[in-house]
């Protein structure tokens, strides 16, 4: 099979189609279902999803909880300083991070927080832009506390806030309802969970719905568009995910339903667990590694049945990702990936973050 072109999965998207904020209710987003078997789509409410699930069925979730992790400081010259927390070293209070302005900033340099909440300092640069960053607080606590009181949420680069936007509505709704707050391991939210209500939860708990739990630490390469002119040559970015005992056993027989996965998050986590696995692991054995699977047409799924997930950027491996959902084992589901996204640009849905929803049967 000859290369993909990269250029299949470009689109062109109206700018204000992006949303730049979430709908008033977080079930009353639209909701374009895909049936495969019948090759239709159909136009609905999230708040309808328990019209196309059964008893049974096991929706599998990230419970990743998003870190405030976007800082600002000034540098003692007074110029600003943006700096994103994006994971802990080995180091103590030393975490990676992406500052600005990075050409500024060398090794060495020195940033504090105007009212003395922190300071950090430049301790390495690394290859990728980004740098080691040993932060100091007054009493001692870690920069993830900080983060908590007065970071702002990391949005994506599409949404855009000025710099002294309220933190609040994001604070609350750039955040599933069922992310696990003692695990703020996301730099960007599992999107396809921010439809979910306790309230709708409640409703699919009763209707005999399962839930199982995964946390898969999103990374900033989720935003990295393909570059290459072909899909093949892109090199995929890499996550940590981490599969309880309970999910496990939820992938394989008897399965008492379909297997949803909720986000291309969840389906990055299972697929490549059952690439290394074909039994659940001993025990109550979490599984801990890094997803480095690049999911693109033609693919095979061995772990999901449907599909939740949100309207991806053009040229984005996420859209590759549904490409291949849409119709496993051959490229055929690029071109219908292509109507559907024409056909919801023309009943205007709202894209990718705070947009709206698909559910692929």
Known sequence: M?????????????PGLIAQSPAARRDQSRLLVVDRVSHTISHHTFSDLPRFLRPGDTLFRNNAAVLPARLLAKRPTGGQVECFLLRPLVEEHTWRCLVRPGRKLPVNATFTHPENAFSGKIVDKFPDGSAAVLFTTPTGEPITAVANRLGQIPLPPYIERTSDAPRGEDLERYQTVYANRARQVAV??????LHFTPELLDVLNTQGIRTAEITLHVGLGTFKPIATDTVEAHDIHRELYELPAATQRALFPPLPGRRIAVG?????SIEHFLSLHTLPLPDSTTHVA???TFIFPPRPFRGVDALITNFH???????????AFLA???????????????EAIA??????????AMLIL
Not at 2 to 14: G, K, S, V
Not at 328 to 342: C, Q
Not at 347 to 356: A, I
């Open 2 to 14: 000859p290369p993909l072109a990269t250029d299949q999965f470009d689109y062109n998207l109206p």
């Open 188 to 193: 960007a939210a599992p999107t396809a969970g």
């Open 264 to 268: 291309t998050t969840s389906v990055r």
């Open 290 to 292: 890094e997803a480095d």
């Open 313 to 323: 950027q053009p040229r984005s491996t996420l859209l590759c990702l549904v490409a």
């Open 328 to 342: 496993p084992n051959s490229t055929e589901g690029i071109a219908w990936l292509r109507e559907i996204y024409a």
């Open 347 to 356: 009943r205007e849905y709202r894209f990718f973050s705070y947009g709206d």
